[in-house]
T-cell receptor, first 115, second 113 residues
């Protein structure tokens, strides 16, 4: 069964460093998303991506964040200068279309720890 | 903006006991409601969804949820849980016009033998 894969599963970095989290969405999906969950808190929407551009983003997704689809398969989230409060589990998701609302397929998550 | 409240962060139950995981959302004209489940070391998976029609929706593994518009709730229930139901359960809501779901904080269901 097709699945969304994310790498790395866990990354530890120093404050101020750049981090890239990678995702391979399901191959025939057209919509891509990043969510994050700070420990003990809600799963928060960061950004959605369609047709090679950002379609929606939340207030959390400020200038230190960026997303990219560098080739036909990868979808990346870059955090330019990490802060302690960026420590969280980051989930990538994809969906086939927008006809069926909310049916997203998620990866296992990438845990980011900022020291 | 839509908000989702899952009041219980953790629900411990014994095997074969019934369980209810609560979810409330903020008022909106039209909403789509979802429950996702995350088993250990896996991604979130859609468990069931309410889009329209019958207010009672069921999953293939015995869970059900009922959309209650007057109480703005979408509680998840199962009459008899199994050890394998141990997982994190997330309630999510999306409003008509935006298909991006807003999630709650999750409820950890722990089934004891």
């Amino acid at each position: 069964e097709p699945e969304v894969t994310q790498t790395p599963s866990h990354q530890v970095t120093q404050m101020g460093q750049e981090v890239i989290l990678r995702c391979v969405p399901i191959s025939n999906h057209l919509y891509f998303y990043w969510y994050r969950q700070i420990l003990g808190q809600k799963v928060e929407f960061l950004v959605s991506f369609y047709n090679n551009e950002i379609s929606e983003k939340s207030e959390i997704f400020d200038d230190q964040f960026s997303v990219e689809r560098p080739d036909g398969s990868n979808f990346t989230l870059k955090i330019r200068s990490t802060k302690l409060e960026d420590s969280a589990m980051y989930f990538c998701a994809s969906s086939k279309d927008s006809v069926v609302p909310g049916e997203l397929f998620f990866g296992e998550g990438s845990r980011l720890t900022v020291l | 903006a839509q908000s989702v409240t899952q009041l219980d962060s953790q629900v411990p139950v014994f095997e074969e006991a019934p369980v209810e995981l609560r979810c409330n959302y903020s008022l909106s004209v039209s909403v789509y409601l979802f429950w996702y489940v995350q088993y250990p070391n896996q991604g979130l998976q859609l468990l069931l969804k309410y889009l329209s029609g019958s207010t009672l929706v069921e999953s293939i593994n015995g869970f059900e949820a009922e959309f209650n518009k007057s109480q703005t709730s979408f509680h998840l229930r199962k009459p008899s849980v199994h050890i394998s139901d141990t997982a994190e359960y997330f309630c999510a809501v999306s409003e008509g016009g935006s298909y991006i779901p807003t999630f709650g904080r999750g409820t950890s269901l722990i089934v004891h033998p």
